[in-house]
C-alpha cells in the first residue's frame, strides 16, 4: 500500500532553474496538497485542489504553480528557484477537503537551492 | 490570517515522566484540531484528534483536551518512552474560500532520555 508518493526525494537546483515536485496517491482521495516545511515554521500550505480540475491558493504561493493531472496526481513546479525556497517539500491527500478528513502525507522531497 | 501558537519549541523530560505540549488557535470557527508526530526525515503522521463537540479523548498513553472558551487544546503523553521522542504538530481547521483547510502548528521537538 504506497499511500502518497512525492519525487524526488533529493535535489540540488542552482538560482533561476526550474524544476518539477511530482506526487501520486493510490486512496482514490479527491483533495490534494502541497506544503512546505521551514525549521521553527510548522507546516505552511503553498496549493492545494479541493477535486480533479480545481486547484486554489494557500498560505505561501508565491514562485509556485501547480497541476492536477488527473484524480491520482498533483505536482508542483518552480520556475525560477530562489535560495528562499530551499526547503522540504510534502504532498499529501486526504478523501477530501473538510475539517472531519484525514490528511495522509508523503515521504517528504528535500530541495536546496544554491 | 488565521495561526494556530504552539508551546513550547522544545520539550526535554525523562523516560516515564509525562509530557504536555499546548496550542491556542485564532479562529473561532475551528472545529477538528488533530496531532501529528514526525520523527527524524520522516513523513507526519496523524497520532490522535478531537472534534470541537468533544473535550477529551485518550488513546492508551495519548491524550488531547479542548477548551473551545478559551480557544486552546493540548496533547498529554503519560509515561513517556524513547520512541516518544519526535517533533508534534497540532493543527486546527480554518474555514476559508470555500473549504475548510488545516492552520499547523510550529511545532514541537520532545526529547525522552532513558
Known amino acids: 500500500n504506497a499511500g502518497v508518493t512525492q519525487t524526488p526525494k533529493f535535489q540540488v537546483l542552482k538560482t533561476g532553474q526550474s524544476m518539477t515536485l511530482q506526487c501520486a496517491q493510490d486512496?482514490?482521495?479527491?483533495?490534494m496538497y502541497w506544503y512546505r516545511q521551514d525549521p521553527g515554521m510548522g507546516l505552511r500550505l503553498i496549493y492545494y485542489?479541493?477535486?480533479?480540475?480545481?486547484?486554489d491558493k494557500g498560505e505561501v504561493p508565491n514562485g509556485y504553480n501547480v497541476s492536477r493531472l488527473n484524480k491520482r496526481e498533483f505536482s508542483l513546479r518552480l520556475e525560477s528557484a530562489a535560495p528562499s525556497q530551499t526547503s522540504v517539500y510534502f504532498c499529501?491527500?486526504?478523501?477530501?477537503?473538510?475539517?472531519?478528513?484525514?490528511?495522509?502525507f508523503g515521504e517528504g522531497s528535500w530541495l536546496t537551492v544554491v | 490570517g488565521e495561526n494556530v501558537e504552539q508551546h513550547p519549541s522544545t520539550l526535554s523530560v525523562q523516560e516515564g515522566d509525562s509530557a504536555v505540549i499546548k496550542c491556542t488557535y485564532s479562529d473561532s470557527a475551528s472545529n477538528y484540531f488533530p496531532w501529528y508526530k514526525q520523527e527524524l526525515g520522516k513523513r507526519p503522521q496523524l497520532i490522535i484528534d478531537i472534534r470541537s463537540n468533544v473535550g477529551e479523548k485518550k488513546d492508551q498513553r495519548i491524550a488531547v483536551t479542548l477548551n473551545k472558551t478559551a480557544k486552546h487544546f493540548s496533547l498529554h503523553i503519560t509515561e513517556t518512552q524513547p520512541e516518544d521522542s519526535a517533533v508534534y504538530f497540532c493543527?486546527?481547521?480554518?474555514?476559508?474560500?470555500?473549504?475548510?483547510?488545516?492552520?499547523f502548528g510550529a511545532g514541537t521537538r520532545l526529547a525522552v532520555h532513558p
Open positions: 493543527a486546527a481547521s480554518s474555514f476559508s474560500g470555500g473549504y475548510n483547510k488545516l492552520i
Open positions: 499529501a491527500s486526504s478523501e477530501a477537503v473538510g475539517s472531519r478528513n484525514t490528511i495522509y
Open positions: 486512496m482514490n482521495h479527491n483533495s
Open positions: 485542489s479541493a477535486s480533479e480540475g480545481t486547484t
